[in-house]
């Protein structure tokens, strides 16, 4: 090691629920964790403004405060909350080994665990009028807001699996929904459909895509058009909901990591470890299914604990590790 070069026993990239309850369980470890924070510090709940369903907050609370209170749990305890971005990372391949990570494109840190909770980017339309009114009834997360737009008319673009549970979800709770399909067919699964079919209170329209969303400070209505006639028709709807895809944030560890086809990080079954000994992921990078702040929390807990026992073993025994 170089005298520039710092060496980390836990380093957690990412600042989202994952990575501070991760730190929090690793400074009160001993761990000595270093969270970098990434350029969303925070996480994604950090662009919403009411949460209603983490456990403790009986009167709901807004994102980026409940950020601040879990960075300051995590600090509490000792960790270290830097600003920085990982930007390149070489990962050992040997248990016990040192994997070193590029801060920035600039300073490389080593580390002797690595715990990646770098999240995932909730893909958007990226028209103005719904990045303009993004919180104000536009969301991409049904489970986490429809609740907010119960016995109203709302409207979900999407036509996957993943956009047939949320139309379901809302068809639940809302009044009406409107799902927008881009084809004149959908891509979720012959089950998925056959419950989207079913559903009364849900109307779906093939060939159609937002041509704006309209309202000032909140959404009021939908211009839709068709996009094989060009015709155009408003609709009137309070919520927005975008279903098209999320893309998890772990291309630097593409090559390295076991991954799955759309890039979500592969964990042993009831574990958050990788292919790779000491680096362990957790939360949304490495979960497609769940996506919610509580289990990000949870498996970051997890991955403390996989970190923590991983590096006991390695104190103690270093060439039994598998
Ligand atoms: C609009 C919206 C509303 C939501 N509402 C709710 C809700 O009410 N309830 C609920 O349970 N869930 C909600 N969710 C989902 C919830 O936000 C996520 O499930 C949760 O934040 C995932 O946590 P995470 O820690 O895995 O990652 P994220 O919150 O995505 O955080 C990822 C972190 O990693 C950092 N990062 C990324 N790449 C790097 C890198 N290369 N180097 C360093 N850091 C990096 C980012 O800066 C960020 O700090 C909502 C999501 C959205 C988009």
Do not use: W
């Not at 980017?121 to 536009?138: D, F, H």
Request: glycine share 10%.
């Amino acid at each position: 090691m170089s005298e520039n070069t710092e060496r980390l026993k836990t380093m957690i990239i990412g600042s989202g629920p994952a990575g501070y309850t991760a730190a929090i369980y690793a400074a009160r470890a001993d761990l000595k964790p270093v969270v970098y924070t990434g350029l969303e510090p925070g996480g994604q709940l950090t662009t919403t403004t009411e949460v209603d369903n983490f456990p403790g907050y009986p009167d709901g609370i807004d994102g980026p405060s409940m950020m601040v209170e879990l960075q300051q749990q995590a600090e509490r305890f000792g960790t270290e909350v830097r600003m920085g971005r990982a930007t390149a990372v070489e990962l050992s391949d040997e248990a016990g080994g040192i994997h070193k990570v590029t801060i920035d494109e600039d300073k490389v840190v080593e580390a002797e665990t690595i715990i990646i909770s770098t999240g995932a980017t909730a893909k958007y339309l990226n028209i103005p009028s719904e990045q303009r009114l993004r919180g104000g009834g536009v969301s991409a997360c049904a489970v986490c807001d429809g609740f907010f737009y119960k016995g109203q008319d709302v409207a979900i673009v999407g036509a996957g699996d993943t956009a047939a549970e949320e139309a379901s979800y809302l068809a639940n709770i809302c009044n009406k929904v409107t799902m927008l399909v881009r084809k004149d067919y959908m891509r979720a699964s012959k089950a998925m459909q056959h419950r989207v079919d079913s559903l009364k209170n849900l109307e779906i329209r093939y060939n159609s895509e937002v041509d704006e969303v309209l309202g000032d400070q909140v959404v009021e209505g939908l211009r839709i058009v068709n996009n094989q006639t060009g015709e155009k028709e408003e609709i009137a709807i309070t919520g927005l909901f975008i279903a098209i895809g999320h893309k998890p944030n772990t291309d630097i560890f593409k090559g390295q990591l076991d991954m799955d086809e759309t890039g979500y990080i592969i964990t042993e079954a009831k574990s958050t470890k990788t292919n790779k000994p000491g680096v362990f992921a957790s939360g949304d990078a490495q979960d497609k299914i769940y996506r919610q702040a509580v289990t990000a929390a949870g498996t970051g807990c997890m991955a403390a604990l996989d970190a923590e026992r991983y590096l006991a073993t390695i104190e103690a025994a270093p060439e039994e590790v598998v």
